[in-house]
């Protein structure tokens, strides 16, 4: 049972038979902004590094050190402290124009002043490619992205998903090592974004370049993701697969960061064969498997998804509670339900099929919470 | 009861706004319609007639007070556009550098100062070292003026400029030079042309410095101008005038049209 | 980020140089000079005795008299005096006629917004000594205004209203020449002022009155006061206006300068004279950094001047 966190971890990896390179190495890198006292931490000792061919994201609330990192990668901003190296080769010193790296920007960063294919042509220009060649890849890169048509557009004639477009065909054609995209799909609306992730994923598999992708939405990161880093305040808080992040945040703030969670402190009675008895503040006691290094005593953190709790009509099993209030959202109904703990216990439920609601405000219920559905948490 | 108005609306605006108008061009029109006078009186009006403008053509004097004026604004107006460019360049790409602030006020100098005063500095100046370069000398003083005139409109556009465009540049392997060649100047280019034109029309219009600093045979058109009102008003210097007036109307319109399209080129 | 430190440092003096040098050589050390020259005695036939004489600021309160001795004389104070009144009357009236029209003008549609703007700055632009050369023609003898009273016979051949050379025509003519410099910032200023506060006001019980006193000239404040410096530096050391429209004998500190160096050749005192002008000018522009500063703690306002 202890061993079931790693286990699922291995099953969800793809393939680990095939060692893959790595693609970016970055080695306690930490980056301040301004001199002395007054300088600002932006990145705290960061090291991690990214695979060959792989989808990874960095996610994390704004001001979380992610766009730095990124900008670090493209060489716009230097490294106070750490190594950072591009397939074996330390990058560290290498001004933006020698990488072998390309960014779609955030808001596009198209070339106002030139036209769609000018501005695809741009960077195999500046190396220097022979004519024929130049216009060999515009003409696939637009195909690519499905911009045959737009070649001879300004960028200002373009709609948004356009631009976007034509910035991916942009940054892709110089063919780089690794493509940095910095919160492309923020200036989209939302099916527009919904489009453009499976999109982009499906380019990302097509052309085999590494894509290191920045965002704030957690979503974004789930649905296209080989593997996420988790970050907060200059630091790495965890890195794994989408289903580890999710399923087995390394700490709270990863918790809560992703998804909706239920956090309930609590003591570790007594530990038999990995299986931990807890009970909470309040007196309500619950089984689970315990957390490596977790002892009697010790004072941890449940955590429990709202969608893993199932709610019953009032009976012996389960946690007996009352619900407090119900937000209605369509397609679930989020019902707070008063357990007896400081705080109500946030439970996702479905509609009934006729589409009523089957609880309502003030109704007992029966919450009936699976050992494998709840988590401990050290931190 | 009372009659509704929208708020903050303020009844007589309207027309004190016409009225205002009417005050900044009725002088000019006048002016250019006494330029049409045949007779030789200014206030006397004679009949339609455009013998002044012939009149004004065929003087040697203004011929040669035009092509200077033309002269020095062209020849002042490309070094002054050319030596802002660099400065506004530092000043929006340099980074923070000590002496920043000194030299912002060092370039915004001559906006500043009152004009007589200039005049009168650049006079002893001149006169001190006995630097006597002809037109020389009142091509120095217009490039003076009108860096700031040149710096401003360029400044503006430089910040206004998206910098991530230059990181794009860096980002698809831009030197610096390519970065500069292919994004920051064509971008650049409408700033650069407005400053050019701003500081033609102002070279093209200053009369007090040059009235000081140019020698004999060095006269711009104002100047000639000036000299014509003094010995005595006639529709020939309506003429003269006019043409003046038109030639600015002509350039601060095309200023116009040129910043105003940049917000259409950036969008 | 690589390349030596000394690169952009060298870039940076290599752009500024030619800008600096061009200013300093022409402009500073010229003024720096003309501030020397005020402290020299005067050569009779032009230009300087290269001695220390205060002869030059002397000469504002004091003649010399057929014994030497320094008697009091107020012609060139009365300059002083006439010059800053009418730089301040001149300012006063542009504040009062440029501040209902830049108001209107905010409210106006964005794009006539732009069309006005571009008309009142068309004259800004075109020469000023025709401009006042204009005013000659209107308020002269058998001028513009003269004409109607002339055909109703209120006018005979030999009169005059008298309205040019006179203080008066100086002040038509810096209004006219200036006013759009006072318009410009104070539109700034009320364009980017959030109308719903107006509203907001209207809404808390103000008159239209109150509205403007409380929330609108406060807002707008920025605008008036760089508007107001703007219009007030060149009225000061004017020379066209009170040249063409003075007729040359009612003299303000910029006329006055003139004819110190083109006609009576004393240029010590001229320099002193332009000295005293600058002065002015570097006691206004500390004063309004100042309140930019201010200002600046609030908001960001005062930057377009």
Redesign the interface.
């Given at each position: 049972m202890l061993h079931r966190q790693r286990d699922f971890a291995e099953a969800m990896s793809p393939d680990p038979t095939m060692e893959r390179k790595t693609a970016i190495d970055v080695a306690g890198v930490v980056k301040r902004f301004g001199h002395g006292p007054a300088a600002v931490v932006a990145l705290k000792d960061v090291s991690l590094a990214i695979r060959d061919n792989e989808f990874f994201t960095l996610l994390g609330p704004s001001g979380c050190g992610k766009t730095t990192l990124l900008r670090i990668l493209?060489?716009?901003e230097a490294v106070s402290e750490g190594a950072v190296s591009l397939y074996g080769e330390n990058i560290a010193g290498l001004?933006?124009?020698?990488r072998s790296?390309?960014?779609v920007?955030?808001?596009y960063?198209?070339?106002?002043?030139m036209t769609v294919a000018e501005n695809v042509a741009?960077?195999p220009q500046?190396?220097g490619r022979p004519v024929k060649e130049i216009a060999e890849t515009v003409a696939r890169m637009l195909q690519l992205v499905k911009m045959e048509k737009f070649a001879e557009r300004r960028p200002?004639q373009l709609s948004g998903g356009q631009q976007q477009r034509v910035a991916l065909a942009?940054?892709l054609a110089?063919h780089p090592k690794v493509l940095l995209l910095d919160e492309p799909l923020s200036a989209l609306d939302l099916k527009l974004r919904q489009a453009m992730r499976a999109e982009l994923k499906q380019l990302q598999r097509a052309t085999g370049i590494t894509f290191v992708f920045v965002t704030h939405d957690q979503e974004e990161a789930l649905s296209m993701s080989d593997r996420i880093a988790v970050m907060s305040e200059g630091e790495v808080q965890q890195i794994g697969t989408p289903t580890e992040i999710y399923e087995y945040p390394a700490n709270r703030f990863v918790a809560s960061f992703i998804g909706d969670a239920n956090f309930i402190v609590a003591q570790i009675d007594g530990i038999t064969g990995g299986m931990a008895k807890c009970r909470s503040v309040r007196g309500l006691s619950f089984t689970l498997a315990a957390a490596p290094g977790g002892k009697p005593g010790d004072k941890v953190t449940l955590f429990l998804r709202p969608e893993k709790v199932r709610i019953e009509a009032p009976g012996d099993a389960g946690l007996a509670g009352m619900i407090q209030t119900m937000e209605y959202l369509g397609q679930s109904i989020f019902y707070q339900v008063d357990i007896g703990e400081d705080s109500p216990l946030i439970v996702a439920g479905r509609n009934r099929d006729d589409g009523g609601t089957p609880y309502k405000t003030g109704d007992r219920v029966s919450l009936v919470i699976g050992a494998d559905a709840l988590r401990m948490l050290v931190a | 009861m009372p009659e509704f108005?929208n708020?903050?609306?303020?009844r007589g605006?309207?027309s004190?706004?016409y009225g205002?108008?009417a005050?900044?061009?009725l002088?000019?029109i006048?002016?250019i319609l006494?330029s049409f006078n045949s007779g030789s009186l200014?206030?006397?009006w004679s009949g339609f007639g455009l013998n002044w403008y012939a009149k004004a053509f065929g003087n040697a004097d203004i011929q040669r007070a035009a092509l200077n004026s033309l002269i020095v604004a062209t020849v002042a107006t490309a070094l002054a556009t050319?030596?802002?460019t660099?400065?506004a360049?530092?000043m929006t790409r340099?980074?923070p550098?000590r002496g920043r602030g000194a030299?912002l006020t060092?370039?915004s100098?001559?906006l500043?100062?009152?004009?007589?005063?200039?005049?009168?500095?650049?006079?002893?100046?001149f006169?001190?070292t006995g630097l006597s370069l002809g037109l020389g000398n009142v091509i120095?003083?217009h490039?003076?003026?009108c860096?700031p005139f040149a710096?401003m409109p360029i400044r503006a556009r430089l910040e206004g400029m998206?910098t991530?465009?230059e990181?794009?540049?860096?980002?698809?392997?831009?030197?610096d030079w390519?970065?500069f060649r292919?994004?920051t100047l064509?971008?650049l280019m409408p700033g650069i042309l407005a400053g050019a034109m701003?500081s033609f029309?102002i070279s093209?219009?200053d009369?007090?410095i040059t009235m000081?600093v140019a020698g004999a045979g060095s006269t711009t058109l104002?100047v000639y101008?000036?000299s014509m009102?003094r010995q005595g008003?006639t529709p020939e210097?309506?003429a003269v005038?006019s043409l003046?007036?038109l030639a600015?109307?002509l350039?601060?319109?095309l200023y116009?049209l040129v910043t105003?399209n940049r917000a259409?080129?950036?969008? | 980020m690589i390349a030596s430190a000394r690169t952009?440092?060298l870039?940076?003096l290599?752009?500024?140089l030619?800008?600096?040098v061009?200013?300093?050589l022409?402009?500073?050390?010229?003024?720096a000079?003309?501030a020397l020259?005020s402290f020299l005695e005067a050569n009779p036939f032009g230009?300087v005795v290269w001695r220390f004489s205060p002869e030059a600021y002397v000469q504002f309160l004091f003649e010399r008299d057929l014994a030497d001795n320094l008697v009091f004389q107020s012609g060139y104070l009365i300059i002083i005096l006439r010059s800053l009144g009418l730089a301040v009357l001149a300012t006063i009236l542009c504040l009062i006629?440029g501040f209902?029209?830049a108001?209107?003008?905010a409210?106006q549609p964005a794009r006539l917004r732009?069309i006005?703007i571009?008309?009142?700055?068309?004259?800004f632009?075109?020469?000023?000594?025709?401009?006042t050369?204009?005013?000659?023609?209107?308020l002269?003898?058998?001028?513009?205004i003269e004409l109607p009273f002339r055909w109703l016979g209120l006018l005979g051949a030999d009169d005059t209203l008298g309205l040019m050379y006179s203080d008066f025509a100086i002040v038509i003519g810096l209004i006219?020449a200036f006013?759009?410099i006072m318009v410009l910032p104070i539109y700034a200023s009320l364009e980017k002022l959030d109308?719903r506060l107006?509203?907001a006001s209207?809404d808390l019980y103000s008159s239209?009155f109150e509205?403007f006193r409380r929330v609108?000239i406060p807002l707008a404040k920025p605008g008036i006061v760089a508007g107001s410096i703007l219009v007030f530096?060149?009225c000061?050391?004017a020379?066209?206006q009170p040249d063409?429209l003075g007729g040359g004998k009612k003299l303000m500190l910029?006329s006055l300068?003139?004819f110190q160096?083109?006609t009576a050749r004393n240029?010590p005192f001229?320099?002193a004279v332009?000295m005293i002008?600058?002065t002015f000018?570097v006691l206004c522009?500390l004063w309004y950094a100042q309140a930019a500063r201010r200002a600046g703690a609030q908001s960001g306002a005062l930057a377009h001047a």
């Open positions: 493209a060489g716009f001004p933006a124009n020698r790296v390309n960014t920007f955030q808001h960063a198209l070339f106002p002043h741009y960077g500046r190396l200002a942009r940054a110089p | 108005r708020v903050g609306e303020v605006l309207r004190t706004a205002f108008m005050f900044l061009y002088p000019i006048i002016l006494y200014v206030m006397v050319v030596i802002a660099l400065a360049l530092v340099g980074g550098f030299s060092m370039i100098l001559p500043m100062v009152p004009e007589i005063v200039t005049a009168v500095a650049m006079l002893i100046v006169a001190g120095i003083a490039v003076t003026f860096i710096f998206d991530t465009l990181q794009a540049s860096a980002d698809l392997y831009g030197s390519a970065t292919y994004v064509p971008i701003l029309v093209l219009d009369f007090i000081m104002p101008i000036y009102i008003v210097v309506n005038s003046l007036l600015s109307v350039l601060v319109t116009w105003r259409a080129a950036t969008a | 952009p440092a870039r940076r290599l752009g500024l030619p800008a600096l061009v200013i300093g022409f402009m500073l050390v010229p003024v000079i003309m020259y230009g006629v209902p029209i108001y209107f003008i409210r732009n006005w571009y008309l009142i700055t068309i004259p632009w075109t020469n000023q000594l025709v401009r050369f204009a005013w000659i023609i209107i002269g003898r058998n001028g513009t006219y006013i759009p109308f107006v509203e209207a239209t509205t609108i530096i060149p000061l050391g020379f066209i063409l910029g300068v003139q160096f083109a240029w001229g320099a332009a002008l600058l000018v522009l």
